[in-house]
């Protein structure tokens, strides 16, 4: 905003009428002469008032009162010209030369400023008159050595209205105020009540107006720009018209609204607010705050009503560190008005980060804290409510520990008690989606009980409950459930992005899996020792759905045969085995591989066995997937801890169950392993060319076939608890 003139440059037009009075179609004179008035216990001496009005000017012939501290008021005006519409001319002057004398009087707190402020004040100015108004224009202004000009309107209307406007220039706010280390420590007061407003509230009366314009402002020696302010002051409610900083450490601010019961001892704000700072640290810094100095950018909006202990929060939002929160509700801190608050009380809903919560929290603020939460959600994105920063995912800097191997801080777990309830229509973690999720945890002593947790997962269902014990340095937890008809087709969809596989031949997996007597505990005071101490294991039944279209089924009657060119382009480009001749055998193993492939397409394939965990290291007991005459023998050694994996499927079919007819291995790390198939010894089905190793079969264009061992695509594994 374009800064008002400097004091002294040209003179300040009249403020703009503030209309509504009622002498403004009135021909009435008035006069009172009083000799003293005592208010405060002193008195106000020869206090004059005489009003002329008529044609809608108001002459004041006489005006004159003389106040404590020898404030003396004089203003003299006269009508002149046409009758019916005379003009008005006129002097102003109230000066004071003993200004705290007269602030004393009026029990205006001092404390905080400087014994040589607010010694003297000065206002003069011209006098005139419209629309039933008395005006004050051109008026200079002067506050010790403080200078400005401005006005003062008085509307003769219900309630009596005074505005006085003012332009300053530059206001060094800092010589106004005593250093925090010279004030003199405050008398204690007695407990204020706080009970509803009581009669001691003054009676409505006239409204007070200030206009204010201050060019620069300084204080804390820093340079506050463009602040404007409009408020009003009638009886005990205070009116903030408008009230707007253009530049405070690069941020601005502006407030409207009101506050009711402004003196008491719990004033009932109602206002809007709207803040805006692209470096929040610069603006502490200009209010002498102290905080993070890499704070960025802040910006809060929204409106309060109420009082301090019982205030009603609407679309209060701000934004801030990469998080954005707004909350509509109401917010009970019973015991504010006198000091810290017993307890809070918040109800309502809460926007994180686009995601909505609406629910009740309550907080015991004595003693140990305990805090009770209630909240549902329509959809929950819990990866969303700690906003868009990814600095948890950076790289340590040099010198600095990882993540994984920080200890974990157990403190705030054993710092409070409580409870939370949350109900979510959709929960959602990466690719982990739960529909209708329950949660019931109690924390006590640091120990956090998960009473349940259920929901709907990939079409079916999951119940988890357990502890999480942080009564001690060392983290301990320990959880037991069940997932029952997890659909593997949508275990695939969500993980990987599809469950069909494939170019020319084209595999769908599907399926429903069970894991019953699902037990997961672990221990250790950083993220690293949890994982590699986790121990359990699970029972796992169900079965999967492997469907294929006619090409893979024409492949199966090939495959009695010896290899084809079709065999060798279809099948051999889905594999990715095509290519690398002269180092596979790639005929031979195609056909064990579409035998195979045939024996688990197009029908429930039966899953059966158990997975155990151990130090951080996953085995399996016996797990096996039955298909059509052939077993899928699954072996595995998976270290959670190093994040690698050594897993071996043995495919036998029943023609030869002596040995494997086909082996493939998933060996390093868990997120791109390398994965590996191979012919095994068993013998071919009867009437099938032999596929055996260093086997003499020819296939179309005369070479020999070598070894057989080939790489597979990377079909993607599923994890079915997501990451």
Do not use: C
């Not at 329950?438 to 357990?466: I, N």
């Amino acid at each position: 905003p374009v800064a008002p003139p400097p004091a002294g440059n040209r003179p300040a037009a009249a403020p703009a009428s503030s209309g509504g009075s009622m002498l403004g179609d009135v021909t009435a004179k008035l006069a009172l002469d009083i000799g003293e008035i005592v208010y405060n216990k002193k008195a106000i001496r020869n206090a004059v008032v005489e009003l002329d009005a008529r044609g809608g000017a108001v002459a004041v012939p006489k005006l004159s009162a003389t106040l404590p501290g020898d404030m003396v008021l004089q203003a003299r005006s006269t009508m002149t010209g046409d009758a019916a519409k005379p003009n008005v001319t006129g002097e102003f002057s109230l000066v004071g030369p003993k200004l705290r004398e007269t602030l004393s009087w009026l029990e205006v707190d001092m404390a905080s400023v400087p014994a040589s402020k607010l010694q003297k004040l000065s206002l003069k100015g011209r006098m005139a008159s419209s629309g039933g108004n008395v005006q004050v224009s051109d008026a200079v202004f002067e506050l010790d050595d403080l200078k400005g000009n401005g006005g003062v309107v008085v509307t003769f209307g219900v309630p009596l209205s005074i505005v006085t406007s003012l332009n300053i220039d530059t206001l060094d706010l800092d010589s106004f105020l005593v250093p925090a280390a010279a004030q003199k420590p405050a008398a204690s007061a007695p407990a204020a009540s706080t009970s509803a407003p009581s009669a001691r509230q003054p009676a409505a009366g006239p409204s007070i107006g200030l206009k204010a314009k201050v060019a620069k402002l300084v204080y804390n020696k820093e340079t506050i720009q463009g602040v404007d302010v409009d408020v009003a002051l009638q009886g005990s409610t205070l009116r903030l018209n408008d009230v707007k900083v253009g530049n405070i450490g690069g941020g601005r601010f502006a407030m409207r609204g009101t506050v009711a019961y402004y003196s008491a001892p719990q004033p009932r704000p109602d206002i809007a607010f709207n803040f805006e700072a692209p470096d929040m640290g610069r603006v502490l810094k200009v209010v002498g705050a102290s905080g993070p100095s890499d704070l960025g950018a802040v910006s809060a909006s929204g409106g309060i009503a109420g009082t301090i202990e019982q205030l009603t929060l609407r679309e209060l939002t701000v934004n801030a560190a990469g998080q954005n929160v707004k909350a509509s509700g109401t917010l009970a801190l019973p015991g504010a008005a006198k000091g810290a608050p017993q307890s809070a009380a918040y109800k309502g809903s809460v926007v994180l980060n686009g995601q909505a919560i609406e629910g009740a929290i309550d907080a015991r603020l004595t003693g140990k804290p305990v805090i009770t939460a209630d909240l549902r959600a329509n959809a929950l994105d819990l990866d969303k409510l700690g906003g868009g920063s990814n600095a948890s995912a950076r790289a340590p800097a040099r010198g600095q520990q990882a993540a994984a191997a920080k200890p974990i801080d157990t403190a705030p777990l054993r710092s409070v008690d409580g409870s939370l309830k949350l109900s979510a229509g959709t929960l959602t973690s990466g690719s982990l989606r739960i529909g209708n999720a329950d949660l019931a945890t109690t924390l006590k002593d640091g120990v956090l009980t998960v009473q349940h947790f259920k929901g709907g997962l990939y079409g079916g269902s999951l119940a988890l409950a357990g502890t999480v014990n942080g009564s001690q340095p060392a983290l301990a937890l320990d959880f037991k459930g069940d997932a029952n008809n997890l659909i593997i087709g949508e275990m695939l969809r969500s993980t990987s992005g599809t469950n069909q596989f494939g170019g020319a031949v084209k595999v769908t997996i599907d399926g429903k899996l069970n894991a019953n007597g699902i037990s997961i505990r672990a221990g250790g005071t950083t993220a690293d020792q949890i994982k590699a101490s986790m121990a359990g294991g699970t029972q796992l039944s169900g079965h999967i759905f492997v469907g294929a279209d006619k090409t893979l089924q024409i492949l199966g009657t090939a495959a009695a045969g010896a290899a084809s060119g079709v065999i060798d382009q279809t099948l051999g480009n889905l594999l990715g085995a095509v290519g690398q001749r002269g180092g596979v055998g790639v005929g031979n193993l195609l056909n064990a591989i579409s035998l195979v492939l045939n024996r688990f397409v197009n029908h429930d394939s039966p899953i059966a066995g158990q997975l155990s965990i151990a130090g951080g290291v996953v085995t399996d007991k016996g797990l096996t997937v039955q298909g059509n005459r052939a077993t899928a023998r699954i072996s595995t050694r998976t270290n959670l801890g190093n994040s690698t994996t050594d897993t071996t499927i043995n495919f036998v079919i029943a023609e030869d169950p002596s040995a494997p007819y086909l082996i493939t291995t998933a060996r390093g790390s868990i997120s791109s392993p390398s994965l590996n198939v191979a012919r095994g010894t068993a013998k071919d089905p009867p009437g099938m060319a032999n596929t055996l190793p260093g086997a003499s079969n020819v296939p179309p264009g005369g070479q020999q076939q070598q070894p057989s061992r080939s790489s597979i695509p990377n079909i993607p594994l599923p994890n079915m608890f997501g990451r």
